[in-house]
């Protein structure tokens, strides 16, 4: 599947070929019978092909996904003209970044390390980055109180959900200060521990074998923090690769503080992410009991990890649900879930070259 959204050409399908004509990228991307595995799609499995025809001046960049091939003639076209051709893997994790002369992401990062170096600015989008993630936490808790048929536990959730609220209300009346940043911070970190004190409210199955108190990250403590850590690992992966395909330094971020080592751009993007894609697959994949207690072991010192093959269960289930569509409530245009954080990273980049006003989270509806 080819797909042109925001000026980058997103090449979803393996084994797509990318030539070129004059001016025009000629773009042949393969397609297979519908039940074929992924493992068994080869060039002598292809049932037909389609075919698409992109002048080049249309094009900001192009996202191969999996093992695709651009000619020497097409890549010497995307040179000329700035477009830069980012190579991943078909999870999309980011592989290679080829750019010409005329590539901008030099003057994109100088912005964005001026951005990051000014305290109002930094504020300006953490609060959009901490509101998102706060009504995305806020929607789950909401679908969790409709789902249940205990109403003590629906009342705790409504009272979480309402303080929720109050902190989104809390951020939507700026106080500038010097500690401005720090008090979003403290917002979030508010929000955090509320949505976290009811999560094990939203659980319909297997509440012994995952029971939950507290958020515990290095090392885990208990199943379903190990779960979560593990989601939360791979969003991670996606939002560098999306940030790196951009040109945007994944290490220098606004929310997050800078520290040696630390994706701290790519830790605000994933923030968003959290509630709707990370904890909502862990809670199926839980309640539809997918993921059970024999995918743990328990170490010395109580560190629970995954079996081998409880990561190949979670990763198949995670790369499944990338496939699922939504539709994105600013572009209005249908994608895969897959998709998400390269359209935010792209939206953030606009927003630091001057093109939107704000920063726009991703709420879904």
């Known amino acids: 599947m080819a797909d042109l959204q925001q000026n980058t050409l997103y090449l979803l399908t393996p084994g797509s070929y990318v030539s070129r004509d004059h001016l025009t990228l000629q773009v042949e991307v393969p397609v297979y019978p519908a039940d074929l595995p992924a493992s068994e799609r080869r060039r002598d499995t292809v049932?037909?092909?389609?075919?698409?025809?992109?002048?080049?001046?249309?094009?900001e960049s192009i996202c191969l996904f999996g093992p695709s091939t651009v000619s020497p003639p097409a890549m010497d076209l995307?040179?000329?003209h700035g477009v830069a051709v980012n190579f991943l893997s078909e999870s999309g994790r980011f592989q290679a970044r080829m750019t010409g002369v005329a590539d901008t992401s030099v003057t994109l990062r100088r912005t964005q390390f001026r951005a990051a170096d000014d305290p109002r600015k930094c504020a300006a989008i953490a609060r959009q980055i901490v509101a998102g993630k706060i009504q995305n936490s806020r929607n789950s808790l909401l679908r969790a109180a409709r789902e249940s048929n205990n109403a003590s536990e629906r009342n705790e959730l409504q009272n979480v959900i309402?303080?929720?609220a109050r902190q989104i209300q809390y951020l939507a009346d700026p106080q500038p200060s010097e500690s401005e940043l720090d008090a979003i911070?403290?917002?979030?970190?508010m929000a955090a521990q509320l949505y976290f004190s009811v999560l094990a409210l939203t659980l319909k199955q297997?509440?012994?074998?995952?029971?939950?108190?507290?958020?515990?990250r290095r090392p885990p403590r208990d199943r379903i923090n190990c779960l979560l850590s593990f989601l939360y690992a791979l969003v991670r992966h996606d939002c560098v690769a999306a940030l790196t395909s951009l040109g945007l330094d994944p290490f220098v971020g606004f929310l997050h503080a800078d520290r040696p080592n630390r994706p701290s751009l790519a830790l605000d993007l994933m923030e968003e992410f959290r509630p709707w894609l990370a904890d909502?697959?862990?809670?199926?994949?839980i309640n539809r009991q997918q993921v059970t207690s024999g995918n743990f072991v328990e170490r010395e010192g109580g560190v629970v990890e995954f079996t081998e093959a409880g990561r190949r269960l979670v990763i198949q289930?995670?790369?499944?649900?990338?496939?699922?569509?939504?539709?994105?409530?600013?572009?209005?245009?249908?994608?895969r879930l897959g998709q998400m954080p390269f359209v935010q990273a792209r939206i953030l980049a606009r927003h630091l070259r001057g093109d939107l006003p704000q920063y726009l989270p991703l709420v879904p509806k």
């Open 206 to 216: 297997q509440r012994d074998a995952f029971s939950f108190t507290t958020r515990s």
């Open 185 to 189: 911070r403290g917002a979030e970190g």
């Open 162 to 164: 309402d303080a929720l």
């Open 317 to 335: 289930a995670y790369q499944e649900r990338k496939q699922d569509d939504l539709t994105h409530p600013l572009l209005e245009q249908n994608l």
């Open 47 to 59: 049932i037909d092909t389609r075919k698409l025809s992109i002048p080049i001046h249309h094009l």
């Open 280 to 285: 909502r697959l862990a809670i199926t994949l």
């Open 78 to 80: 995307c040179w000329e």
